[in-house]
Nanobody, 118 residues
Framework: QLQFVESGGGLVQPGGSLRLSCVAS????????VAWFRQGPGAGLGVISC????????YYAESVKGRFTISRDNAKNTVYLQMNSLKPEDTGVYHC???????????WGQGTRVTVSS
């Protein structure tokens, strides 16, 4: 089973920035499309961004388009999510996994918590 380790969350004021990191544990990321998922308070887990293995192509949910940037550094086996102009509605626990993963199936790790509040 592929395992990912997320980090970089924290408390930030509205309008601030954070960069999340997703490191693959025990396998190489270079041939895998990776997504970031978010679970907001009282909400389900949903994909917010995905980056393909090659070129790479990217996808963003409308709610984060223009503010978040996903990138990857295969040499470091890491995928990043740069989050700018953060809003309170960005608050939640962020997880990473493969783009093809169904967020409603299986268990998830602890992720990294982002709180946007003044």
């Amino acid at each position: 089973q592929l395992q990912f380790v997320e980090s970089g969350g924290g408390l930030v004021q509205p309008g601030g920035s954070l960069r999340l990191s997703c490191v693959a544990s025990g396998f190489a990321l270079n041939n895998i499309a990776v997504a970031w998922f978010r679970q907001g308070p009282g909400a389900g887990l949903g994909v917010i961004s995905c980056i393909s293995a090659s070129r790479p192509d990217t996808y963003y949910a409308e709610s984060v388009k223009g503010r978040f940037t996903i990138s990857r550094d295969n040499a470091k086996n890491t995928v990043y999510l740069q989050m700018n102009s953060l809003k309170p509605e960005d608050t939640g626990v962020y997880h990473c996994s493969t783009c093809s993963r169904n967020p409603s199936v299986g268990s998830w790790g602890q992720g990294t918590r982002v709180t946007v509040s003044s």
